[in-house]
Structure formats: C-alpha cells, structure tokens
C-alpha cells in the first residue's frame, strides 16, 4: 500500500496511555522500561498456595476508578477499569480536548483474551457457598467481553464503531489493525486501539497447569529461561489520520503502515515449529507496508520466555531476516511486564511507538546465558541508543492467530 | 486497488441449526414453517423448552479424529466451516487453498467451558484440573479449532459486538477483503446453549414465561434461547463472477450501533434509525430500493419495540407494503449465531424469490407485514436487522 507524502491516507499515533505492572502513563511506563525495571513479584490477589507457581505481573496501587467519570458507581469489569484509565491518559496525552473525542466519527477497537474473568469467578464462589440463586444480575451482565469496548464507549461518548476482537494473546495488534483500517476508509477519524485484561486465577490456573510459568522471573531468548508470567493491565493508543494530527499541531509518536495475520492451524497452544504462520504474518505486514524485509530495524518479539516460543520465534526470525537476522534487534518487555494477555501487543505497540519517537530500544532483562537455539541480538539487559526507522511488533495466541503490526518513524 | 464499497459475494453458505444441519434442511425447515424449539435437555430444570439441536453428532461432517478435544462450540463452528467450504467449492489443494480464512463471531466462545475449568480448579484443587481442558477456555478457540480441523491458515479473527456478533464478523470479512488482504474468508458466528447464560436471562428478567419467543409481544413478553452456526463463504463480487461463482447474494452495506439505549435504559430511535440508515447508504441504495425485510425480533418487548420504531422511521407508511420475516420465532434466540442465521435467510430469500414465513408474532408487530406463508419479494434487494438486548444493533443489505 503506497504512502504519500501529504499525508492522505495514512494514519498517526498521537496519545499514548497504558497501565502496567511497570507503570502506568506514558512517561512512568517508559522510564520504567527503559531502566529495565521488572514488575513480577509474588501474586497478591489470590491464595496460589495450592499452585505450582506463586508469582505475577499485578498491577498494584493504581486507582483506576479515579479516571472514571460518567460511569463512577456503576457496574464496570475490571479490565474495562483499566482500559477507561488507559484511554483517560491517552487522551490527554494525545493533547485532545474530551469533547472531541465523543461522536459518531470514534471508533472503539478493542482486544482481550479473558474478558472479564472475575465475574466468573463471583459466578462460580456465590454459587458453592450460596447457590445459584443468589447471583445478582450484574454478575451475568458484567461477564461478556463486548462490554469492555462498549464501556469504553460509553465513558467517553464515543458513538462510532465499537468492537472487541478476543483474539487472546494477539489481540492489540488485531484491535490497532482494525482502527487503522476505519482511518483509513475514513469511517472515523478518530480512534480508541488497543487491549486490556484483569488478573485471575482462570488463566493462571490455566498456565500453572500446562507447566507453562516461571518459578522467579522471566527470560526470554535466556538458555535456562523457565516459562512465561501471567500478568494483566492496559494499552490504549490514540489513532488519527496523519493530516489532521499535522494540521492541529499533534505530537506524532509514530505512523502504523500495516499489518499482517495469518493462521498456524496447526495446535491450539503449541505454535508451528518452524513458525510458519509468524514468518507469513510478518510478510503480510511488510508487504502491505510496502516495505521489504530489509527496511525493518526492530522487532518487538511476543517473546512470552517460555521455551517453545523463544526457540520458535527466534526460528521465525531467521527464516523471515535470513543472513541479516542478527543485525535486526529483537526484543521482548514480557521480561519486564510479565504477559499481559489481551493488552500485551497494545502495550508492546506502544513501547515501539516510543522506542521511534526517543531513538531508544527496549531491552530484554533477566539474559544472562545465551541460547544456541536462539541465535539472536535481544537486546540483553540494558535498553540501547538506536535510530530505528521502521519497526515490527508480533504477538501470537492460542489458536495459533498471528498478527504482525509495522510502525515507522514519523518526522512532522 | 483497494476498493471500500465493493459488494462481497456470498458463494456458499454452511449451517448447523435446531432446524436441521447444512442449509438446504434449514431452509426446508424455514419455508415448511416448522420450529427448532425442543424440551431442552441442556436447559433442563431452568426452562421447559429452548431452541436445541437435539443429538447433535459431529462425526458425519468432521469423522471421528480429533474431536475429543472440541468442545461444543469449536465442534458447531467446525461443522459449519465443513458445510461452508464443501458449499462454496473450497475443498482440495488449490494455491490459493492456504489462505482461506475464518472469522467468528460470538458472545461467549464458551461460557460453559470456562465456568467448567474454573469450577474444576475450586472442587478439584488446582492440583487436579486437566489442562487439557484450558485451551477451550479462550474466547477464539472455536476459531482455532476449525483452523486446525480444516486447515485454514489464512486471516483468523473472533470478534464480539454481543448479540450482533454475528453480522459484525461478515463486516470485518467485508473490511479484510476490499483491502484485497484475502480473497476467501468464512465468516458467520457460534453460539451454545449454557446454563449460564440461560441464568444470566433469567435473572435480568428476559426470558419468556411460557417457553414462547413471540416477536412483537406486547409484553409480558420474553425470549427462548437457541443454539447454532452458520458461516458464509465470502469473496469480492468481481472474484466471484471471474471465476463463475454460484452467487447466493450479495453483501453491500452495513450499520452498527453499540447502543441505541437499550443498554442504558433510555430507547433511542433515532440512533436506531441511523443503524439502518448507515447500512443503506454504504449500500447505495435508498429505503424505496427496500423489497424486503428479514427482522431479528427475539420477543423481548423493549428491543422489538425499537426494531419497529425504527423502521417506521426509516419507511414511513410503505413500511406495511414490504413483505417481511422474522426467523427467531423458528430459531430462537442464539446469540453470536444469529446474525449470520438471519444474514443466511436474506439470502435464501433471494435465492428462492420469497420470504419465509414466521410461525407467530404478537400484537406490537403493527405495521409489519409478517405472514405466515412465504411471500413473493418486492425486489431482489432486502434488509436484515437486529436489535439485540445487550444494546448492540446492527442492519445489513444484502441483493442479487
């Protein structure tokens, strides 16, 4: 898809709010990851004395209900909470009056994995120590994960298209690709992208019992890496065509050119050994970039630290990068963050948003012995002065969905 | 070259339903008038009867490797996906084979198998739970598995827009494909019966007291919940017809609302209105270009009422000339699927040169013309809607 140079047609990020394990608004969540600073610690919202594992990627002593406004007092999931708190100081970073943000032409796309998980666990406790019969109606009408992106919606009046994508753990770049396809049909011209799932003993149950989280931290490309670390919080980017972000004066962090998706179709879980669907991903999204391979000068890896995925990611990169593969950085904040869930490609679009507009890479912490399987620059332990131009972010889910999405370098 | 309002083609259409699987029982069962409600023996001890498909066998369409692993939903979608794609031609080793893709849409994935593995982590331990059964707790997973059970390795999305989902997945096939990112997606939407969910419309008073889903009661009124898949085989029009494609129906505009008030108590018909009337002009046609309607009333009086509401706005008096159906009397109300039922009949309608007869209705249908024999089409050129409880709406075009 060809890009022109005033503008028309191309869609810019111009706000950037997140809630994380590391942080939450844009600045103290890029400091953070720039400082390498880990966010995993023992799990605190419920007993995972009877669990394998004990530790997670919480968000802790954040207040998201101090960002809710029209909805305060009524009955919000918590992952709508810290997707409104997320678009609350993405809004304002994006420099955008609130009123403008409300109206037909803003769209709401978003991503989960879980949804909101905790009413199920309400649903669940109620009926062992009550019965059924005493689960109030909120419990069923809270539960649905439409309600995440409608809240959204609803919180700050935006009237135009409002869909979630529950494309697990690749849904932020599904929901940002969606919003970059309504810009540029001119189906809104404003947009609310990105992804947000709660902490909950469903999904971590989930991967304890796969053998899939690390006892003490995450490391991913490391040869002793020991699995991945269920986390949970928020990404919202603000997305606006180019020419008029140009033409009010907007700081432009970065301009999204495409996206890729494809399917392994192979496992549910296990993603294709020779990652496959991750290298025609990762062509899809270059191609419609209308880029090459060669113009990439960043990846933001899925990098989850478990040993399938690192080995088959590192795979995918080579096979994608050929004999430039080492040249091309490759790193995963999961080492910081923990895995996010539905939010982990929003807030990794993020960090690729910013590491484009400081000329700053992510590192990847906790990397201290080096995987012959997993032949690649990871960025270890401290973030990197660069000047990347055009960037990757890849997430891949259960299902074997694969979404690639690429982020360039916007000088205005 | 991109083009954003080309028409998508429908080439084949793949359906399991309480009133027969694959889509000529379906529409045999539609256009006889018969019903798909049932004594559910999901539901049972809840309801008295819902819209079940009774005994329902996978192997015929997905043979017998491989299905342990699928739950319910993943084995519906699976089925549909089989029918779909058998349909539509799609079967073999094409080049372009590699790239079919499937797009879901859903409310729940499965509700049941999530409450399942929770529950099992609280009674069992988490020291005993089957982690095989943690993949079905994903919201995608239906989509996976019918990735993986017939290998479609292109675009994978599930999307949710509650009630609607199922009309919302055929707009985000019809997005993928005028970008030319693809040029054969499944898209529909899938949805089980769970005692769940049957709670969760009891407990917000929206089911029907007798076990009858009566579109436009007056009220008392309520819903029947129903079951099922259904998935439409997708391309771009001038594909379709380069390649001689049977054509069941064109897709050629869309309206969606997250509310029209029914979530916030406070109607709005003219929100509900401009659903319809987005649809119309991504269409390019105007309400006088309407010759038929097929309406997603589910018997729950508020959201039926702005179903009427807003057509009368729309239509105004020639409303009570154009013929029209309303499917859930014969379906039920299930949910993600039903949009893609509905999307379904339209083009059936089309196909058949009639509308299906609806099996009943109550006093607040007034103006429509609903009947309970088919009725011939106006023009070849009819609109869906669907209003669903949770305040989505949406209203699609579809046409020769």
Redesign the interface.
């Known amino acids: 898809?060809a890009t022109s140079e005033d503008g028309a047609g191309r869609v810019a990020v111009t706000g950037i709010g997140v809630v994380s394990p590391v942080g939450c608004g844009r600045a103290d969540f890029w400091s953070a990851i720039v400082e390498g600073r880990c966010g995993i610690g023992p799990v605190q919202a419920f007993d995972t004395s009877?669990?394998p594992v004990h530790i997670g990627a919480e968000v802790r002593g954040f207040d998201a209900d101090a960002f809710i406004h029209r909805l305060s007092g009524h009955e919000v999931g918590r992952a709508a909470k810290l997707a409104i708190a997320a678009a609350a100081m993405a809004i304002e970073d994006a420099g955008l009056e609130p009123s403008l943000v409300a109206g037909r032409l803003t769209g709401?796309s978003m991503g989960?994995?879980?949804?909101e998980?905790l009413y199920?666990?309400r649903?669940?406790?109620i009926?062992?120590s009550e019965g059924?019969e005493s689960?109030?109606?909120e419990v069923?009408?809270g539960?649905?994960?439409?309600t995440i992106?409608?809240n959204l919606?609803?919180e700050f009046g935006c009237?135009g298209?409002?869909?979630?994508?529950?494309?697990?753990c690749a849904a932020g770049n599904?929901a940002i690709g969606?919003a970059f396809?309504w810009i540029r049909?001119?189906r809104v011209e404003l947009a609310l992208a990105g992804g947000a799932d709660a902490f909950s003993?469903?999904?971590y149950?989930?991967?304890?019992?796969?053998?899939a989280i690390a006892s003490d931290k995450c490391s991913p490309f490391d040869k002793n890496r020991q699995g991945m670390v269920p986390g949970e919080g928020a990404g919202i980017l603000v997305l606006e065509p180019l020419e008029r972000a140009r033409r009010r004066g907007a700081r432009i962090y970065a301009e999204i050119l495409g996206y890729g998706?494809?399917?392994?179709?192979?496992?549910?879980?296990g993603a294709h050994p020779e990652g496959d669907?991750a290298v025609?991903a990762m062509t899809?999204a270059v191609r419609?970039s209308g880029l090459s391979p060669s113009q990439i000068d960043y990846v933001c890896a899925h990098g989850t630290g478990t040993p399938s995925n690192d080995r088959t990611e590192a795979a995918a990169h080579g096979a994608f990068f050929g004999t430039r593969s080492r040249e091309i950085p490759i790193s995963s904040i999961k080492s910081m963050i923990g895995h996010t869930m539905g939010a982990a490609s929003a807030i990794e679009a993020a960090a690729c948003a910013l590491a484009l507009r400081t000329g700053c890479l992510p590192p990847t912490i906790h990397f201290e012995t080096p995987d012959p399987e997993c032949d690649v620059d990871c960025v270890p332990n401290a973030a990197r002065k660069a000047d990347p131009r055009i960037v990757l972010n890849n997430a891949y889910?259960?299902?074997?969905?694969n979404a690639s999405l690429c982020l360039a370098q916007c000088l205005s | 070259m991109p083009q954003l309002n080309h028409p998508i083609a429908v080439t084949g259409i793949g359906i399991a339903s309480p009133l027969g699987m694959d889509v000529e029982a379906f529409l045999e069962g539609l256009y006889a008038g018969k019903s798909g409600s049932n004594p559910s023996a999901c539901l049972q001890g809840l309801v008295s009867r819902a819209f079940e498909i009774e005994d329902f066998d996978p192997q015929p369409w997905l043979g017998r490797k491989g299905i342990r692993a699928l739950d319910r939903p993943g084995r519906l979608l699976s089925v549909a996906a089989a029918l779909a794609l058998r349909q539509a031609g799609w079967v073999g080793d094409e080049p372009w084979s590699r790239g079919v893709g499937l797009i879901n849409g859903t409310v729940f994935g499965s509700v049941r198998s999530i409450c399942a593995f929770d529950w099992s982590g609280l009674e069992d331990g988490p020291r005993f739970v089957n982690p095989m059964a943690f993949p079905n707790t994903v919201i995608n997973a239906p989509a996976g598995q019918a990735a993986i059970k017939h290998r479609l390795s292109g675009i994978n999305s599930t999307v949710s827009t509650g009630m609607t989902s199922g009309l919302t997945a055929l707009a985000c096939a019809a997005e993928h494909l005028r970008l030319d990112r693809t040029s054969r997606l499944l898209a529909g939407g899938c949805e089980e019966l769970s005692r769940e969910a049957c709670l969760g419309f009891r407990a917000n008073r929206l089911l029907s007291s007798d076990d009858s889903l009566v579109p436009y009661g007056c009220g008392p009124s309520g819903t029947v919940l129903g079951e099922g898949s259904a998935l439409l085989a997708l391309r771009r029009e001038s594909d379709a017809r380069g390649d001689g494609d049977e054509i069941w129906g064109l897709f050629r505009g869309y309206g969606e609302s997250w509310d029209v008030g029914l979530r916030t108590g406070v109607p709005d018909v003219e929100r509900a209105a401009a659903t319809i009337e987005d649809a119309l002009r991504q269409a390019n046609v105007g309400p006088s270009e309407v010759g038929f309607l097929v309406l997603g009333a589910c018997g729950v009086p508020a959201a039926d009422a702005l179903e009427v509401g807003a057509l009368k706005r729309v239509f105004g008096d020639r409303l009570s000339t154009m013929p029209a159906c309303a499917p859930k009397a014969a379906l039920g109300e299930s949910q993600g699927a039903s949009g893609a039922f509905l999307a379904a009949a339209a083009c059936l309608a089309l196909r058949r040169k009639a509308l299906p007869p609806t099996l009943c209705w109550g006093d607040c249908a007034a103006p429509l013309a609903l009947s309970k024999d088919a009725q011939p089409l106006v023009a070849p050129l009819g609109l869906v809607t669907l209003f669903g409880v949770d305040g989505n709406a949406a209203a699609a075009v579809f046409s020769v």
């Open positions: 898809m009877e669990f709401v989960t994995t879980s949804g998980p199920v666990e649903f669940n406790d009926r062992r059924v689960v109030p109606p069923y009408c539960y649905p994960c439409h992106a409608a919606a609803l009237q298209p409002c869909r979630i994508l529950p494309t697990a599904y969606q396809d049909a001119g003993r469903i999904p149950l989930g991967f304890a019992r796969l053998g998706l494809s399917c392994d179709a192979h496992h549910m879980t669907g025609r899809a419609e889910a259960f299902g074997g969905n």
